[in-house]
Structures are given as structure tokens and as C-alpha cells.
């Protein structure tokens, strides 16, 4: 039984990421969504050039920090639920707090990973000339 569940919690979580990016905000039109289109260039006379293309490298990562957020913040969530019902059981309470410490670590160096890139990106993309600083010749 537990393999069945696992293929079918795969399943859901794979066609979740398909189904994602289709979906807008209330409220919010494609053309005012920071996700959507992922390239937002190269239709009629609009050319794609290089800043277009830090651009969507930067939707992209964004998008996956929203979702490994949104993810980490749910099995936050299944750990706490896991602690409150299972006070008297000591091996789930200890699953439980095993899933707790790896989500907040996991969160911490997605997080961690993102400042650093962040970083560098905003040290070394000019945005005065849409690239990077050291290509200014």
C-alpha cells in the first residue's frame, strides 16, 4: 500500500509542476505577472537580446525558490501536525523532529544559496547597459 501511495503522491507532484505555471494570480494579468510568460521577448519586433536572457534565467530561479518554499513550508506544516498528534509515540515524535530540523536546514541553504547569487548578480549586472560589468569593455 505504501508504494502505491508514493507513486501516486510522485504523480501529483509532477503534473503540480506542469500545471503551475499555467496558473495566474487573482487579480493579476499575465501581462503584470512576474512568472508569465517565462520568456517574455521575441514576439513581432521585440528581439531577444542578452538582458532578456538574465531575465528569464532569473524568472526561472525564482519560480523554483517559490515552490521550494511553498514545499518546504508544507512539510513544515505535516511535522508540526506529526509533533501535536503523536505526543506519547516516540519514534514518530522523533520522524517528526528528524523532518522538522531537515526542512528548516533545507530552507536555510536554498535561502542561503539565493542571497549568494543575488549577490553576486547585483555586484556584477549593470543596469544602466542591461549587462555584465565586466563586458563594458
Not at 507532484?13 to 493579476?28: A, D, E, H, Q
Request: some cysteine; proline content about 4%; aromatic content about 14%.
Amino acid at each position: 500500500m505504501k508504494n502505491h501511495s508514493k507513486k501516486i503522491f510522485i504523480i501529483l507532484l509532477f503534473l503540480t509542476f506542469l500545471v503551475l505555471p499555467f496558473i495566474s494570480c487573482p487579480g493579476v494579468s499575465h501581462a503584470e505577472s512576474k512568472f508569465w510568460p517565462i520568456i517574455q521577448c521575441g514576439t513581432g519586433s521585440d528581439a531577444c537580446d542578452f538582458a532578456d536572457a538574465i531575465s528569464t534565467v532569473n524568472r526561472i530561479v525564482n519560480w523554483f525558490v517559490a515552490i521550494a518554499a511553498s514545499l518546504g513550508a508544507l512539510t513544515l506544516a505535516y511535522a508540526g501536525a506529526q509533533i501535536l498528534m503523536n505526543p506519547g509515540n516516540a519514534s514518530k515524535l522523533e520522524d517528526a523532529k528528524k523532518m522538522f530540523s531537515k526542512t528548516l536546514w533545507g530552507l536555510f541553504w536554498l535561502l542561503a544559496a539565493w542571497l549568494v547569487v543575488y549577490a553576486l548578480v547585483d555586484r556584477f549586472v549593470d543596469p544602466s547597459i542591461k549587462a555584465l560589468r565586466f563586458l563594458k569593455g
